[in-house]
């Protein structure tokens, strides 16, 4: 199955209610407070099937310089998933791609750069540093949390991108039911996605005013 914008009709469905436009699955985030980060994470929950869901959870700075500023990303994933990304300018190309898989009690964290419908590269303009605290593999899921420096802006297809912390935009995923070749390995080859799909993610719920403290807290200054 390559199912690319079909999960709108199925979230439509699970959701009992008429499928709207072939396009996005239900917009926004909610906030979400992590006990063991201590970050406030906007969450989106992106159905990958009529049943399951992976996680994504960003947390910005509340004064975020005007250029570039550093972000953190959680991601929960069943551990039917062998790979999941995410697109930081809501489609595959030319936008920063932070792919994750499990590479046995570990999450392996990989940034990626695409040009085309195609295997993307890596991509030195984000760099991701695993916190201290929220990432396990256990018996149903797996979980990581790193901070990226790099994801909030970048050189797209149109010219420079900023996320606008205080706004809303739009984000994508993709997801694999297959493992890369070599886990362990951050340029590891991945197979192709199964899945993938976009929504509109406001940031604004996941700000932190404490953002470099906690960045601390979690051995990620
Ligand atoms: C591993 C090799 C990959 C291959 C061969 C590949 C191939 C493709 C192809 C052919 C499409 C178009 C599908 C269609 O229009 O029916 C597509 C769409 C998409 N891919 Fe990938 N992909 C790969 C990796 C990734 C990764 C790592 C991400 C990370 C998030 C990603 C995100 C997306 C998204 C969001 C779309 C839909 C929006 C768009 O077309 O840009 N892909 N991919
Ligand atoms: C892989 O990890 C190394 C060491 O942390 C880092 O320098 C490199 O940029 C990473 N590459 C990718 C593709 O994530
Ligand atoms: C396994 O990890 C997931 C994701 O972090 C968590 O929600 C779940 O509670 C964990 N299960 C157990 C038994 O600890």
Redesign the pocket.
Known sequence: M?C??GLALLAGLALGRPAPEPASQADSAIAYVDQETGFTFSEFKAAYSLTQNIVYRIALPSNAPSGNYNAVVQVVAPNQVG?????WG????RNP???AYPSGSKVTVSS?W?TG????ASYTGATYTLLSKGNRVNGTHWQYSAKCVGCTTWTGASGSQRINPTGSARL???Y?PNKPSSPSSNTST????DV???WSHDFSVGLNSNFDALLAQNGAA
């Open positions: 390559r690319t914008f790979w999941t990304g995410l697109a809501g489609n595959m190309i791609l932070t792919v990626r695409a419908h195609s295997t993307p994508a995923f993709a694999s991945i197979p192709v996605h993938a799909n976009y």
